[in-house]
């Protein structure tokens, strides 16, 4: 039972390249997130899907966008990289159930740096 | 326009002694709020969770006590342990939100043997 995966761990990027992240979660959970944390930040929710079919936008969107392959897998592309997209990339999913309806448990991150 | 924040950015304390991290937030529809614990090149893990029924919940050594008159949360950690060091955040969450968290900044928390 590995929880929550990300690959790659780490990528740098130049500006205006394209790259997709890739997550995936083997707990059978219906919702699943993308975050980005900066320093001073916290965690900033980008995109989520509340259940295999559904997306939606998060708190910082822009320059983003999601795929929810399946129920396991929940991709994050960037199209055309910018430095401010310079970050530390979390993935997180959660049961979303009545008895559980917020915890999340996160992958180990993408630390992504684009110049 | 920061809903949960965190005013201390770190925290040292001595092992053995009592560690207490703070939180406030700003909007009345949260009704969840949780700790979550984050070591270095790793994700954040779940910690203690509180619903807004409750103003204490308690789990080994730790202890989340949540004021809701003052908007305002804290984590105690008794006794402290050098392994406690790590930053942690505080998290909200609104029945409306579809499980959505919002984070604060984060409190750097560090353990002194």
């Known amino acids: 039972n590995a929880g929550v995966t990300q690959t790659p761990k780490f990528q740098v990027l130049k500006t205006g390249q394209s790259m997709t992240l890739q997550c995936a979660q083997d707990?059978?959970?219906?919702?699943m997130y993308w975050y980005r944390q900066d320093p001073g930040m916290g965690l900033r929710l980008i995109y989520y899907?509340?259940?295999?079919?559904?997306?939606d936008k998060g708190e910082v969107p822009n320059g983003y966008n999601v795929s929810r392959l399946n129920k396991r897998e929940f991709s994050l592309r960037l199209e055309s990289a910018a430095p401010s997209q310079t970050s530390v990339y979390f993935c997180?999913?959660?049961?979303?159930?009545?008895?559980?309806?917020?915890?999340?448990?996160f992958g180990p991150g993408t630390r992504l740096t684009v110049t | 326009d920061q809903q949960v924040k965190q005013n201390s950015p770190s925290l040292s304390v001595q092992e053995g002694r009592i560690s207490i991290l703070n939180c406030d937030y700003t909007?009345?529809?949260?009704?969840?709020f949780l700790w979550y614990k984050k070591y270095p090149a790793e994700g954040p893990t779940f910690l203690i969770s509180?619903?807004?029924?409750?103003d204490k919940n308690e789990d080994g050594r730790f202890t989340v006590f949540l004021n809701k008159s003052a908007k305002h949360l804290s984590l105690h950690i008794v006794p402290s342990q050098p392994g406690d060091s790590a930053v942690y955040f505080c998290?909200?969450?609104?029945?409306?939100?579809?499980?959505?968290?919002?984070f604060g900044q984060g409190t750097t928390l560090q353990v002194k043997p």
């Open positions: 997180a999913s959660s049961e979303g159930s009545a008895q559980k309806p917020y915890e999340q448990y």
């Open positions: 707990m059978n959970h219906n919702s």
């Open positions: 899907s509340a259940s295999e079919g559904t997306t």
């Open positions: 909007n009345s529809m949260f009704d969840y």
């Open positions: 509180i619903s807004s029924i409750k």
């Open positions: 998290a909200a969450s609104a029945r409306s939100n579809t499980g959505k968290l919002i």
